[in-house]
């Protein structure tokens, strides 16, 4: 019987795509402690790798050592399993829209589900629980621009910022819900996005 339980739960492993991410109640039919030591074992022979308590990834091996999923990757899967909603936040936001070329070692994203940190080889992601105003906008861009925007600071804007604002606006104009967003954004920040979009006009 354990010998079937082992193939399975390796089997299910071995033909995931690289990327996916397992928790311990990914294998709801077998008993949770034996699920937990197994995990525990594929991890030594390199099958999954650790990110935290119960969460798993399963990492592509190359040359160079292992390859991970991006941080995006990692909090999608994990925000689909949770049915929770996340956005990125601080530097990983204006990374995110173009607002900055430097890729944070340390991702942070607000999410509507549990916060915690998860290990991603050298890198840190750390999800931390959102305020319900953070997740009312309804369109996609607003929510993150107001992130990003919020991170780079009102003193901050300068002619690069309010350029990449257009061109975001431009690619994504969102006209049917920018409306309802604007008004959940900080003042500056709406007076800012405001005449970016009279430019493109």
């Not at 308590?53 to 899967?77: D, H, I, N, Q």
């Not at 990983?92 to 890729?103: D, I, M, P, R």
């Not at 994203?109 to 890198?123: A, C, D, I, M």
């Not at 061109?167 to 049917?176: F, S, T």
Request: hydrophobic share 40%; aromatic share 8%.
């Amino acid at each position: 019987m354990e010998e079937a339980v082992v193939y399975k739960i390796r089997n299910k492993i071995t033909r995931a795509k690289f990327g996916e991410v397992f928790f311990v109640s990914s294998f709801p039919k077998y008993d949770v402690e034996y699920v937990t030591k197994l995990l525990a074992q594929f991890e030594k022979e390199e099958l999954i790798s650790r990110m935290a308590k119960g969460v798993y990834v399963k990492a592509k091996k190359t040359r160079f050592g292992l390859l991970y999923p991006t941080a995006y990757e990692l909090v999608s899967e994990i925000a689909k399993r949770d049915k929770a909603k996340v956005i990125p936040t601080g530097a990983t936001a204006e990374n995110h829209l173009g607002f900055s070329t430097q890729v944070p070692m340390n991702s942070c994203f607000l999410t509507t589900g549990s916060g915690r940190k998860l290990k991603l080889g050298n890198r840190m992601v750390t999800l931390l629980h959102g305020a319900p105003k953070n997740f009312a906008f309804k369109g996609h861009l607003m929510q993150e621009m107001v992130q990003a925007l919020r991170s780079i600071g009102q003193k901050n804007i300068t002619a690069e910022v309010e350029s990449r604002i257009r061109q975001l606006l431009a690619e994504h104009p969102e006209n049917d819900t920018i409306a309802h967003d604007l008004l959940l954004a900080p003042v500056w920040m709406r007076e800012l996005i405001e005449r970016n979009r009279k430019k493109q006009v």
